[in-house]
């Protein structure tokens, strides 16, 4: 009888809604996230954002 | 005390905790981004705790630490360590030179500014991120530290979170160590609660600035924690080749 071998920790389980669904939508709103800051904190610098 | 007088003190807890854990592992190791990441750290603690201090006294000096570490230096040095984790070739030397020089004149450009500071405009429980304006002279007037700052800040975001959801992006599509593309996607998520809680600050609300910074302090060291738990055969797992594309 086939012994049932434990889950391999270093491997990106298949079909996890987790790393499959989850992580890439969270990857690409980060991404966009990012830039939004960035173009923000270049406003400021070049004056055309206007902060308190 | 209230919530928000409480809450840079437990941040600065935690980024005193996340800075020993990160200079320790130099210690250790000798690797150059763990020394830049805790010395950027630090900052960070250094700026929390000027932040803590500020909201219940005023003074000068602890209002330097704050603007020059806590507003100005911290995010550079951390996304440095980023930028020396990914690439270990000549030009990131040139650029610790650039860092260097940068965070030295902006320091001496801060000591030019504290002659003029404005202390009567400093108001007792308002949270120093919305007042800080008032106190310091304009850029015209002495202030020209405030142009250098976001120099630091921009670079800061690009090397330490877009660091992060690179490597959480190699590591996804090599389909290896779960536990590190998870770590880097919280060590981003952090970086840019803090980003979020600071913008809102300057766009006039300051009221989630404070909960920012100790989301920022708990998920950058929640994901350190877990990129430095080793897991058994992550050697050979990193080395893996991506999966053929069908």
Redesign the interface.
């Known amino acids: 009888m086939a012994r049932k071998l434990p889950p391999d920790?270093?491997?990106?389980?298949a079909g996890s809604v987790l790393?499959e669904r989850v992580?890439?939508l969270?990857?690409i709103g980060?991404?966009i996230?990012?830039v939004v800051?960035?173009v923000?904190?270049?406003g400021?610098?070049l004056g055309f954002v206007p902060?308190? | 005390m209230t919530l928000n007088e409480i809450l840079p003190f437990v941040s600065t807890a935690v980024m005193a905790a996340f800075t020993v854990f990160v200079l320790q592992r130099f210690a250790v190791r000798r690797a150059p981004h763990f020394l830049f990441w805790g010395l950027g750290l630090a900052m960070f603690g250094a700026g929390s705790f000027a932040e803590a201090y500020l909201a219940l006294a005023w003074n000068r000096w602890v209002f330097f630490v704050w603007y020059l570490f806590g507003a100005a230096l911290n995010a550079g040095w951390i996304g440095h360590g980023t930028v020396y984790l990914l690439s270990r070739r000549r030009w990131v030397h040139g650029l610790t030179v650039v860092l260097i020089i940068g965070s030295l004149v902006a320091a001496g450009l801060m000591f030019q500014a504290m002659g003029r500071l404005d202390d009567s405009k400093f108001v007792l429980g308002q949270p120093i991120s919305e007042q800080y304006r008032a106190i310091m002279p304009a850029v015209s007037a002495g202030g020209t530290v405030r142009l250098t700052t976001p120099f630091f800040n921009i670079y800061g975001l690009v090397t330490l979170v877009g660091g992060a959801l690179w490597s959480a992006y190699l590591f996804w599509r090599k389909r290896v160590l779960p536990n590190r593309v998870i770590a880097n996607v919280l060590i981003a998520a952090g970086a840019l609660s803090i980003g979020f809680a600071s913008t809102l600050t300057r766009l006039g609300n300051g009221n989630y600035l404070y909960l920012g910074e100790l989301v920022a302090a708990m998920l950058m060291f929640a994901g350190f924690l877990l990129a430095a738990r080793p897991q058994p055969g992550e050697a050979q797992a990193a080395a893996a080749p991506a999966p053929a594309k069908s």
């Open positions: 920790k270093t491997r990106i389980p790393f992580i890439p969270l990857l980060m991404a996230l990012t800051f960035i923000i904190a270049a400021v610098l902060f308190r």
